[in-house]
């Protein structure tokens, strides 16, 4: 089993930067991918940022450019540094890890989310 619990979201203005954490504990080991998601009041979760076991990352065109995903492998924590954020940023970001069980299907764990909203 693995939980995540995030951190980092809060008010900010336009233009300015958050540093969410992300922090897994449980069977850390099994992680494959993580990511960061978010949902905006009547909009579905969407994928924001993605970085695999090998590194990999792969980023949701409107944050091309402004936001960067990491990863601490040795401290089993994934971050999302986000600059210039902008008023359409303001959602609920939930940090996302996958594993891959015996039969090849990926199984997702959540965590809670972090509120960031961003004033314009």
């Known amino acids: 089993q693995v939980q995540l619990k995030e951190s980092g979201g809060g008010l900010v203005h336009a233009g300015g930067s958050l540093r969410l954490s992300c922090a897994a504990s449980?069977?850390?080991?099994?992680?494959?991918?993580m990511g960061w998601y978010r949902q905006a009041p009547g909009k579905q979760r969407e994928p924001v940022a993605t970085?695999?076991?090998?590194?990999?990352?792969n980023y949701a065109d409107s944050v091309k450019g402004r936001f960067t995903i990491s990863r601490d492998y040795a401290k089993s924590m994934v971050f999302l540094q986000m600059t210039n954020l902008k008023h359409e940023d303001t959602a609920v970001y939930y940090c996302?890890?996958?594993?891959?069980?015996?039969?090849?299907?990926?199984?997702?764990?959540w965590g809670q989310g972090t509120q960031v909203t961003v004033s314009s």
């Open positions: 449980g069977s850390t080991s099994v992680i494959n991918d």
């Open positions: 970085i695999t076991r090998r590194g990999e990352t």
């Open positions: 996302n890890a996958q594993k891959q069980l015996p039969n090849l299907v990926d199984w997702d764990f």
